[in-house]
RNA sequence: GGCCCCAUCGUCUAACGGUUAGGACAUCAGGUUUUCAUCCUGAAAAUUCGGGUUCGAUUCCCGGUGGGGUCACCA
């Protein structure tokens, strides 16, 4: 497949806005844009918006919210500009298909022209009844071809008294469609499996069908790359194409993501909204690693790639055919490598929003307020707290709760809690005075991590003391929770005042 | 139900007739450490079943089983 010469490929991404985008929709639009990169073609973007009944307010503009979230830039269609409008570049626009309707009239008379299809004014109520009866009597569901042989005359006498219509697809009898899919190879399907399918709805709409083919043909489509569902479909197409005389272009049917119950994700299954994922805090970078290792595989041992490896290295024999289960874990521990990486800097401003979110702190133009002590500090204080928990988080979400102990000085805990596992509470008290006593004794502009920890490590041999009676509760007094950085780290955060105010605090509990 | 597709550790996957079936996540154990995380080491864990073809099948063929998709005036 390598062999072939893509390079004038034009592959395209044909969202419906009726809803959030979801994890397999961003999968589906990542391959194309990966195949289209690679090949150095070109990718679009095409809004198929012709259900007039389920469109969702804002759609379009969380598609292209999505898009710029994950770097994924469309080389023709609709896009956002810098002031949040959407406007269109390309030339083979318009690529709303709402905005095309006069194209799809255009071809629907050349199919009438060539006999292709007909109206049929069959009633909802009569198609339902035609489907019951079929299920009762274990039959497939399909229609009845009742329309299929009025004369020209009859049907342009129920148009003309004002009848409710749509166009069907003459489907031809008992032939074999035969198609080569790039991922599964050749497939078959006979056309008594196949019904006369709607391709104008009463309302003048074009149904998916006829909008899809006419536009990849008009657009110039040389690779179709969709979700699984199309495949059964994909025979009815291929017909639809020969039809109008075109020459279709090739299709690749992508395995379908599924959960764990191997379901096809579905809104019902909670988090698959792409916009909670951001709003959880996983970086783009490590969210599309994950989601393109899920029914792809270069064939090493890599896991970890930056968008331009995976352009390089993408190719469609390496697409796979079953479907595969999104794991979570797997995307938690991608993610926490990706923070991992980051530097400090980049770190700090990505997790501003989160702190600011919870309430923690409120940014100014180059001081940051801590709220509950109305403190004014400088960044750099912020960035100091936050890179002790760069290692320990493994979505962004998770750092307020992480570091609110640095913000909110006054929790309050169990006081045994400071005493650790080998020791008991009077070596504990002992051990947190001698702690103060050593603190106090520090100037403010020495109270450094590095600082606190020789005078107490020295501390420590020099009594020849447990590390852990001393550390312990120093940790735990300087965060109130059993589970947090180290404590010198936490105490050169914090500086002198409120570390050792959270020591004395800690005597006194246990006093 | 008809039609179509699919099938390697719990999960994502490597293998494209010959390997002790490899890696990663998760799990468990150990090391480092004051705890957690990071980091390092190790363990357990898979070819859906039955027939062929072959000197030899995870790999090729057939069948069963299982899973998924699809059968709308939705995409």
């Not at 331009?308 to 024999?317: A, P, S, V």
Request: proline residues 4%; aromatic residues 10%; hydrophobic residues 35%.
């Amino acid at each position: 497949m390598e062999n072939i010469n893509f390079a004038n490929a034009r592959v395209r991404i044909a969202p419906s806005p009726t809803g959030f985008v979801h994890v397999g929709n961003l999968r589906t639009i990542l391959y194309n844009y990966l195949f289209a990169k690679h090949y150095k073609g070109k990718f679009l973007i095409r809004i198929e918006d012709t259900d007039q009944t389920r469109l969702v307010h804002g759609a379009l503009e969380n598609l292209l919210q999505v898009l710029k979230w994950a770097g994924i830039e469309g080389d023709e269609g609709p896009y956002l500009t810098t002031d949040n409008k959407v406007k269109e570049k390309g030339d083979y626009g318009p690529y709303i298909q709402s905005k095309r309707l006069s194209i799809y009239n255009e071809q629907l008379v050349a199919l009438l022209d060539k006999g292709k299809v007909y109206p049929c004014f069959c009633s909802k109520k009569r198609l339902d009844d035609l489907r019951e009866e079929q299920a009762k009597n274990k039959q497939a569901p399909k229609y009845d071809n009742f329309c299929r042989n009025l004369s020209k005359a009859e049907a342009q006498a129920m148009i003309d008294s004002g009848a409710s219509y749509v166009i069907r697809f003459k489907m031809p009898e008992n032939r074999n469609v035969v198609f080569e899919d790039l991922i599964r190879g050749e497939i078959v399907v006979n056309t008594k499996d196949m019904d006369d399918y709607v391709l104008i709805k009463s309302d003048g709409f074009p149904t998916y069908h006829f909008a899809n083919i006419v536009d990849d043909h008009s657009m110039k489509i040389t690779h179709v790359l969709r979700g699984d569902e199309w495949l059964a479909t994909t025979p009815k197409h291929v017909l639809l194409y020969e039809a109008f005389g075109w020459q279709p272009p090739k299709f690749a049917h992508l395995p379908t993501l599924v959960n764990k119950q191997k379901k096809k994700l579905s809104k019902r299954d909670g988090d698959v909204s792409v916009k909670d994922f951001i709003e959880a805090g996983y970086l783009p970078e490590a969210f599309l690693n994950f989601i393109a290792l899920l029914g792809w595989n270069a064939g090493t041992e890599q896991e970890v790639y930056t968008l331009n490896e995976m352009i390089q290295q993408f190719t469609l024999d390496n697409v796979h055919k079953s479907c595969a289960v999104f794991d979570i874990d797997k995307l938690d521990w991608i993610n926490g490598t990706y923070i991992r990486k980051l530097s400090a800097d980049d770190f700090y401003e990505k997790c501003l929003p989160y702190l600011t979110k919870a309430n923690l702190i409120t940014p100014a133009k180059d001081k940051i307020a801590i709220n509950s002590t109305n403190e004014k500090v400088k960044p750099q204080y912020i960035k100091n707290i936050l890179s002790l928990e760069q290692t320990r988080i493994k979505k962004l979400s998770e750092i307020s709760e992480a570091i609110k102990f640095f913000f909110v000085p006054n929790f309050d805990y169990i006081a045994d809690r400071l005493i650790w596992k080998k020791s008991d509470r009077s070596q504990t008290l002992e051990n947190l005075r001698d702690l103060e006593k050593i603190l106090k004794k520090l100037k403010k502009t020495e109270f450094t991590s590095p600082k606190v920890k020789e005078l107490i490590m020295e501390h420590i041999s020099q009594n020849a003391k447990d590390t852990g009676s001393v550390l312990w509760p120093m940790r735990f007094a300087l965060s109130g929770q059993d589970r947090s950085p180290d404590p010198f780290e936490i105490a050169g955060a914090l500086g002198k005042d409120q570390s050792l105010a959270r020591i004395t605090f800690a005597i006194q509990k246990l006093s």
